[in-house]
C-alpha cells in the first residue's frame, strides 16, 4: 500500500470531548471518526486493525471447534418474551416497531436467537456438543456512552454459544473457551487477568471476566498478593476474621449523640473504631423495601444485595420511607426493632460484640448492641464490598486492588434459555432433556481500544505486531531524490514478496512530517532511506515499541526485517 494513496487522516490536536488515552489516539491516528454519541465509523487503519482482531479471534475459535454463522441483528420481541427478557433489560435495549406495529428489537446479544435456532435444528444428542459463533454489530443504548471504542452504543462483538448435552460437557466447552480467550488476548499482544464475575442480565452460574489492567478501565478488581484469586469487587469476597476477644456482652444502652449523623462522627464520638459501628441502609426495590446492614466501614455491595433478594431493581430509599418505617432520619437509623421487611445483615456483622448502631430515634444511637439479643436478620449474607486489605477467601493473604477493562466475557448458562425456549434433545435412552448451554463474548473494537491504553507514548500509539495496521512503513527522506525513490520501492517489493505487510510513504512531504505520522499511528517497524542509503548502502531500522535504531546493509535489509516480522507476530 502506497500512504499518497491511502486514506491517512492524522491530527494534531486532541479532540476535546475525549476523555481517555485511547479515545484520543484513535481518532488522532485517523482510525475512526464519531458519528453520533457512541457510534463510530471506522477509516481503513482503524479498520484494518478490527479486522486482524476480528481473525485472531476466528482462528482460534476455529481451532476450539467453533463454527462461523451470522445471525439477523434485528430480533423479534416474541422470543424476548419467551426468554422473559422483554420486560427486564430495560433502557439499554433498542427497541423498534415495523409498518405493522409489531415489536423488534435491535440485537445487543444473541441468546434468544440463537436457542431458536437449535431448538429448531438439534434433535439428537448425536449433534451435540455444538460451538456456533459469529462476529457481528451489537447495539446497547448505554446509559453514558464514552471513552470511544470502549463503552459505545453500536460496536463488534465474537459472540459464541455452546450447547451441550450436561454440565460435564459444558465444563469442556467452558475450558475450552476460557483457554481459547487466554490465547487470543496474549496474540493481541495485552496483560490481563481472568477474574470471577458477576453474571448480570444474562443470568447463569459460573462466569469469568477478561480485564485488560489499565488505571482507565472502568471496573475495579481485586486479587490476592499470594494465590490466584482474582474477582470483579462486583463479586469478590473475603474471609471473615472470627472475632477472638474475649469480652463480654453489656447491657445495651442509648446515647445521645446530637448532631452525629455519619458513621465518622458517631465513631469519634464514642470513641471506637469505624469497624465497631453498624451501618444500616434501607432500599426499595420490586421485592419491596429491604433493611441492609453492614459494617460501619463497609459499602454495601447492591450487585450482591440484588442478587441475595432476587429482585431486578434497587433503589435508595428515600427520606419519606426511612421515616416511615424507622420513625427516624437516615442518620440515626439502625436494625433494632425494624419490622416487617426483609432485613439482610452482612456476615461480618454477626462477628461484632458490643457495636454502635442508629436508634431509630432522632440525636440518638446505641451502644453495645448485639447480633442475635438485640436484632435479627431475616436473611444473613454476604452482601459487602471487598477491598484492598482485605483476606482473600481461598487462602487468607491479603487482596490487592486494580483497575481493568472487560474485555471479554465467558458464561455458563446451564438450561436457563434452554428450558425456557424448549431447546430439547433427546439422549441415548430416548429421554428428552434441555440444552445445556454456555455463552462467550470478546468486544473487538474495546479490545482494540485497550490494547491501544496498554500500549502508547507521547508520540503516538504503539502496536504490538499481530495487530497493526502495517507491520512494517518504508520512509523515502525525500521522493526528489530519484535513487532513494527507487531504493525504496524495491525494498517495498521485496517485502511485500516475502508476505510482509508494508506500507511505503511516497508523499512528497518532509521527512519530519513523515516521521510524526508514522509514530502517531504507530507501525511497529520503521526502514528509513536517505542520503546514507544512497551513498553507503546502508538504510536504518527503527522498532517503535522500543525506539531502537540500527543500521543495516541494504543488501540484507528485506530479508533481516521479515524474519524479525514473523517473528513477532
Ligand atoms: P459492561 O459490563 O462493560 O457493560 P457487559 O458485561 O455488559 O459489559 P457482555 O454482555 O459481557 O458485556 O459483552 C461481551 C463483551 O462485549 C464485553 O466483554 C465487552 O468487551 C464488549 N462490550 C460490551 N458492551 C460494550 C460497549 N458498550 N461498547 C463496546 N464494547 C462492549
Ligand atoms: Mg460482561
Not at 103 to 123: A, K, M, Q
Not at 284 to 295: L, Y
Not at 467 to 480: D, L, Q, R
Request: aromatic content about 8%; some cysteine.
Amino acid at each position: 500500500m502506497r500512504v499518497s494513496q491511502y486514506m491517512i487522516s492524522t491530527l494534531r490536536e486532541v479532540p476535546a470531548e475525549a476523555e481517555v488515552v485511547s479515545h484520543q489516539l484513535l481518532v488522532r491516528a485517523g482510525m475512526i471518526r464519531k458519528l453520533s454519541a457512541g457510534v463510530y465509523s471506522y477509516l481503513p487503519l482503524g479498520w484494518k486493525v478490527m479486522q486482524k482482531i476480528a481473525n485472531i479471534i476466528r482462528e482460534e475459535m476455529n481451532q476450539a471447534g467453533g463454527q462461523e454463522i451470522l445471525m439477523p441483528i434485528i430480533q423479534p420481541a416474541e422470543l424476548w418474551q419467551e426468554s422473559g427478557r422483554w420486560s427486564v433489560y430495560g433502557d439499554e435495549l433498542f427497541r423498534l416497531k415495523d409498518r405493522h406495529q409489531r415489536d423488534f428489537c435491535l440485537g445487543p446479544t444473541h441468546e434468544e436467537i440463537i436457542t431458536d435456532l437449535v431448538r429448531r435444528e438439534i434433535t439428537s444428542y448425536k449433534q451435540l456438543p455444538l460451538l456456533l459463533y459469529q462476529i457481528q454489530c451489537k447495539f446497547r443504548d448505554e446509559r453514558r456512552p464514552r471513552f470511544g471504542l470502549m463503552r459505545s452504543r453500536e460496536f463488534m462483538m465474537k459472540d459464541l454459544y455452546s450447547f451441550d448435552r450436561d454440565e460435564e460437557g459444558l465444563d469442556i466447552s467452558y475450558n475450552k473457551m476460557f483457554q481459547a480467550y487466554v490465547n487470543v488476548f496474549k496474540r493481541c499482544g495485552l496483560s490481563f487477568r481472568p477474574v470471577e464475575a458477576d453474571s448480570g442480565a444474562i443470568g447463569g452460574s459460573s462466569t469469568h471476566e477478561f480485564m485488560v489492567l489499565a488505571n482507565s478501565g472502568e471496573a475495579e478488581i481485586v486479587y490476592c498478593s499470594d494465590c490466584d484469586y482474582a474477582a470483579n469487587v462486583e463479586r469478590a469476597e473475603s474471609l471473615i476474621r472470627e472475632n477472638n476477644d474475649k469480652e463480654a456482652e453489656k447491657e445495651r444502652e442509648l446515647l445521645h449523640t446530637p448532631g452525629m449523623h455519619t458513621i465518622e462522627q458517631i465513631a469519634e464520638f464514642v470513641g471506637v473504631n469505624k469497624e465497631k459501628t453498624i451501618k444500616t441502609i434501607f432500599y426499595e426495590s420490586d421485592k419491596g423495601v429491604i433493611c441492609a446492614v453492614v459494617r460501619g466501614d463497609r459499602e454495601i455491595n447492591e450487585i450482591k444485595l440484588l442478587n441475595q433478594i432476587d429482585a431486578t431493581e434497587l433503589k435508595l430509599a428515600n427520606d419519606e420511607t426511612v421515616k416511615r418505617i424507622t420513625g427516624s432520619d437516615p442518620g440515626y437509623v439502625g436494625p433494632i426493632e425494624i419490622k416487617g421487611i426483609e432485613i439482610i445483615v452482612d456476615e461480618e456483622v454477626l462477628q461484632l460484640k458490643n457495636a454502635v448502631a442508629g436508634a431509630n430515634k432522632e440525636d440518638y444511637h446505641f451502644i453495645n448492641v448485639n447480633y442475635g439479643r438485640d436484632f435479627q436478620a431475616t436473611k444473613v449474607a454476604d452482601i459487602r464490598t471487598v477491598k484492598a486489605g482485605d483476606f482473600c477467601p481461598r487462602c487468607g493473604a491479603v487482596l490487592n486492588s486494580a483497575r481493568g477493562i472487560e474485555v471479554g466475557q465467558v458464561f455458563k448458562l446451564g438450561i436457563k434459555y434452554s428450558s425456557k425456549l424448549g431447546a430439547t434433545y433427546v439422549d441415548e435412552n430416548g429421554q428428552e432433556k434441555p440444552i445445556v448451554m454456555g455463552c462467550y463474548g470478546i468486544g473487538v473494537g474495546r479490545t482494540m481500544a485497550a490494547s491501544v491504553e496498554q500500549n502508547h507514548d507521547e508520540k503516538g500509539i504503539v502496536w504490538p505486531v499481530a495487530i497493526a495496521p502495517f507491520e512494517v512503513i518504508i520512509v523515502p527522506a525525500t521522493m526528489k531524490d530519484d535513487r532513494q525513490a527507487e531504493i525504496a520501492e524495491k525494498l517495498y517489493q521485496d517485502l511485500l514478496k516475502a508476505g510482509i505487510d508494508v506500507i511505503i510513504d511516497d508523499r512528497c512531504e518532509r521527512a519530519g512530517v513523515k516521521f510524526t505520522d508514522a509514530d502517531l499511528i504507530g507501525y511497529p517497524y520503521r526502514i528509513t532511506v536517505g542520503k546514507k542509503t544512497v551513498s553507503e548502502n546502508t538504510v536504518d531500522l527503527k522498532t517503535r515499541s522500543t525506539g531502537q535504531e540500527i543500521t543495516l546493509q541494504l543488501s540484507e535489509a528485506a530479508e533481516y526485517v521479515s524474519r524479525l516480522v514473523i517473528e513477532n507476530r
